[in-house]
């Protein structure tokens, strides 16, 4: 803070000088103290004339002496200013950055108390290296991954490093464990999301099939389920933090900001057991992963997806009717 104030290019304000004038007195009265206390331990200790007075003014000498020596040391490590100015401080920066600082801080603090770390501005940004993608990089037992169709994590082509990511994983022991939706319930946010009547069911099934290729290696360390609906978040979980990639409404997830929460924080742990491992503790079936069941879905998406549509037209029809039907 001293480097800042002191910075030639700043034009202070009256809140800056005054900080500063109130920095450089507190350094005063500290070496004012310590040298009175020291004085009179050393003029004292000399001249001893009154034994009773003597020790009186030795007594408060070493007194003094080791407030100023204690306030010395919380003055050099900033403890008093983080204690007492914290507030002028923020209002300064604030002045200087154009922004309410003391709002800022308060945002601090209740993002601190849930666990929130970090955020991003998209899913690009999170899993680049020196992000989110080193706790990947850095996970030594297993990493749970829950997303709709997961073409922003596995097909998109500005992520395809995360392939040799899992790979490295799976190949140093790592459990991988995916949830997609079932293909067969993903045109449920085709109508949302513009796209034409199986094309999200399609993109799950390359997820499978990329994900199936993971499994030359130790197919025993990936797990797949399918969940019968559409997740509210992409999310990635692993030992020491967790990332949350919220869906909006009408766009792919990996376009819009990320959050990332600490472990054995309170997000942290109601997502770890709400989002993660209760979903994949026995509620939702696992997936044989293999050529044959694959296979069996990719067949199945056309027809279903027919059907489907079918039968919401007529859904909405008879809603439709019995809504004419009570106006009349």
Do not use: W
Request: charged share 25%; proline share 3%.
């Amino acid at each position: 803070m001293k480097k800042l104030i002191s910075f030639p290019s700043l034009n202070f304000n009256k809140k800056e000088i005054d900080y500063d004038s109130t920095h450089r007195t507190r350094k005063t009265v500290i070496g004012l103290m310590l040298s009175i206390g020291i004085l009179l331990i050393i003029v004292e200790a000399i001249r001893y004339e009154d034994k009773l007075l003597s020790l009186i003014l030795i007594t408060f000498g070493i007194t003094f002496t080791a407030s100023a020596i204690k306030s010395y040391i919380s003055f050099s490590a900033g403890l008093i200013d983080r204690r007492e100015n914290v507030k002028e401080l923020s209002s300064i920066l604030g002045n200087r950055l154009g922004m309410p600082c003391l709002e800022r801080f308060n945002l601090v603090e209740s993002s601190s108390e849930v666990g929130l770390v970090k955020t991003y501005i998209s899913r690009e940004e999170a899993l680049q290296k020196g992000n989110f993608l080193s706790l990947i990089e850095d996970e030594k037992k297993e990493i749970f991954i829950v997303g709709s169709s997961l073409l922003g994590f596995l097909q998109h082509r500005d992520f395809k490093h995360l392939i040799e990511v899992i790979k490295k994983k799976i190949h140093n022991y790592v459990e991988i464990k995916f949830m997609l939706t079932h293909p067969l319930f993903a045109d449920f946010r085709a109508a949302q999301e513009g796209r034409d009547p199986g094309e999200i069911g399609c993109e799950i099934i390359k997820s499978l099939k990329i994900i199936f290729s993971f499994a030359e290696q130790r197919i025993e360390l990936l797990s797949v389920y399918l969940y019968h609906g559409t997740p509210t978040c992409f999310g990635i979980l692993t030992k020491r933090s967790l990332l949350l990639n919220p869906y909006p409404y009408g766009r792919q997830s990996y376009e819009s900001p990320c959050f990332e929460f600490k472990s054995h924080t309170p997000a942290y742990n109601l997502y770890r057991q709400a989002h993660f491992q209760t979903q994949f503790a026995g509620k939702i079936e696992k997936f044989i992963l293999c050529q044959s069941s694959i296979a069996n879905l990719e067949n199945e998406i056309g027809n279903y997806s027919q059907k489907s549509l079918l039968s919401n037209h007529l859904r909405y029809q008879n809603l439709n009717l019995r809504a004419i039907h009570k106006k009349g």
